[in-house]
């Protein structure tokens, strides 16, 4: 059985000014940090679903252009934990979490929508990140190997079906990441922060029944 150790996540987020959703998975596999980027295990479906969602013909094998592939069509990926005690791979090991600051992306990008990466990613957004800005998450089906339940054809046509409204077609190159400064944050995610802990309307927190629908499983690893 694997150490307990406490690891820092590694790497950055990927993300631009055009950034309209945001994908979070929970904290990077043994075989991401070793491949310094997202999803590095190649049992992980998480490429292949997002390559079919985005309409693409091949999926994404170096780094680069798995990042042109999500600036391309408005999506930031980043995690919800940026360090945390962690024995191997193992989600459910996770614990004394120090959660990402959501806010670089935020104040950004304008970011409409959160997407979470499975069960663990879902719990523990809901717990860290979502008091802090306000914005529910839909939780999807986790990509790991370890879903084995999901084939992938099922996990495309779920992540396809949350996704596909709020993915932006891919036509002009990625812009490059505007630099911020204080009190430059978006006047929309500067209300957000305002509203945050409303408990109606879009934004009170709840579920949403695609959420509900769709997320239904609690991981217990990931890839």
């Known amino acids: 059985m694997a150490e307990y150790r406490h690891i820092s996540h590694g790497f950055e987020p990927v993300f631009d000014g055009r950034s309209r959703i945001l994908v979070l998975g929970s904290f990077p596999s043994v075989l991401s940090r070793r491949n310094d980027f997202y999803y590095g295990n190649p049992k992980n479906r998480f490429w292949k679903v997002l390559a079919a969602c985005c309409d693409e013909l091949r999926v994404p094998e170096t780094v680069l252009q798995k990042k042109a592939l999500l600036l391309a069509h408005g999506i930031?990926?980043?995690?919800?934990?940026?360090?945390c005690d962690v024995a191997g791979s193992a989600d459910a090991s996770i614990r004394n979490v120090v959660p990402t600051r959501i806010e670089r992306i935020l104040d950004a990008a304008p970011v409409r929508e959160v997407f979470v990466n499975g069960g663990t990613a879902h719990a523990l957004y809901a717990k860290h990140l979502q008091p802090r800005c306000g914005l529910p998450a839909t939780r999807l089906p986790s990509t790991s190997p370890a879903n084995a339940s999901y084939?992938?054809?099922?996990?495309i046509d779920?992540?396809?079906?949350?996704?596909?409204?709020?993915?932006?077609?891919?036509?002009?190159?990625?812009?490059?990441?505007?630099?911020?400064?204080?009190?430059?944050?978006?006047?929309?995610?500067?209300?957000r922060r305002t509203a945050a802990g409303q408990t109606s309307g879009r934004w009170s927190g709840q579920p949403t029944e695609r959420a509900m629908r769709n997320g239904k499983r609690t991981e217990s690893r990931k890839g």
């Not at 930031?76 to 360090?83: G, K």
């Not at 084939?151 to 996990?155: A, G, T």
């Open 76 to 83: 930031a990926l980043w995690d919800v934990v940026e360090s």
């Open 151 to 155: 084939s992938l054809e099922r996990l």
């Open 158 to 191: 779920c992540w396809r079906e949350a996704l596909r409204p709020a993915i932006k077609p891919a036509a002009d190159p990625p812009s490059t990441i505007r630099p911020q400064t204080p009190g430059q944050a978006s006047s929309w995610w500067s209300e």
